[in-house]
Structures are given as C-alpha cells and as structure tokens.
C-alpha cells in the first residue's frame, strides 16, 4: 500500500531552459503498471487475510493451503514484474542512455525520483515478503496427504 500511495502522489514541476518539464507516474507506462500491480496485490492481500482468516476459525481443509500457495505466487510474480519495470524505467530517469540519447531527469525533478526511488524500494520490500510467503504455503501444501 505504501508503494502505490508514494508513486501515485508523486509529481514535481520544474522549469529547465525556458521549458516546463512536469514529472508525474502517468506518463510513463511502466510506472502506471507498477501503481495497479501494488494496488491490485493490496486489495487480493486483504481479501486473502480475510478468508484465510475465516476458514481458519471454521477448521480448515489441508486442501485449502494449495490454493493459498497459488495466491501467493501470483501476487508475488505481480509485485516482481512491476517492482522490475519501475526500476528499469527510473534507471532510464536516473542515468539516462547515451546510446539512444535520453538524458536524465533526475537532476531537474529530484523530489519525483526521491519519491519513485522510496516507493520501488517498498515494493521490493512487499515482494520479499510474499517470496517467504510462498515458500511457507508450499511447504505447507507438500504436506497434503493426497
């Protein structure tokens, strides 16, 4: 949740040369993906603690720990893919590419990079959490006696 809130907020204004440069996570694709990925595996996480949560109290199936496995490495798949688009593109914003000709912006639109920088830093923080996530849903789930 954290990562989604700092990259959808951040957003910064400057002028360089006489032209305005506006920084914003909308205009680039890469950035945009990231927002909904983290959003999307906030929601399905607290919709995952729930119903873990209540099939817990109700006596749960052993069945029951494959599906969570499944989730988590969903999730987590998501939050990796994302985590890596939002770092490869604030590379590009950091340190531009020569070969192409980008330059990099960051040294006019500090406070956005500051900012994308925290918020990818916290997704990777997310997607460690679901690596261990999933490997205790799979060592729960091998012990399913089929």
């Keep these: 949740m954290v ?3 700092l990259m959808a907020t951040s957003k910064q204004s400057t002028e360089f040369f006489g032209i305005q ?3 914003v996570y909308s205009d680039s694709p890469d950035f945009k993906f990231f927002v909904y990925a983290n959003g999307i595996a906030c929601v399905s996480s607290l919709v995952s603690l729930l119903t873990v949560y209540v099939l817990y109290r109700k006596g749960s199936n052993p069945s029951n720990y494959f599906y969570v496995f499944l989730h988590d ?3 987590m798949a998501l939050v990796m893919a994302a985590s890596v688009a939002a770092s490869a593109i604030g590379y590009v914003g950091a340190y531009g590419n020569t070969h192409t000709g980008w330059m990099s912006i960051c040294d006019q639109v500090d406070k956005f990079c500051h ?3 925290d918020s990818i830093i916290f997704s990777y923080l997310a997607f460690f959490i679901y690596l261990i996530l999933t490997v205790l849903s799979a060592n729960e789930s091998r012990q399913i006696q089929v």
């Design 115 to 117: 900012r994308a920088s």
């Design 3 to 5: 990562a989604t809130w």
């Design 73 to 75: 490495l969903i999730i």
């Design 21 to 23: 440069i506006r920084a």
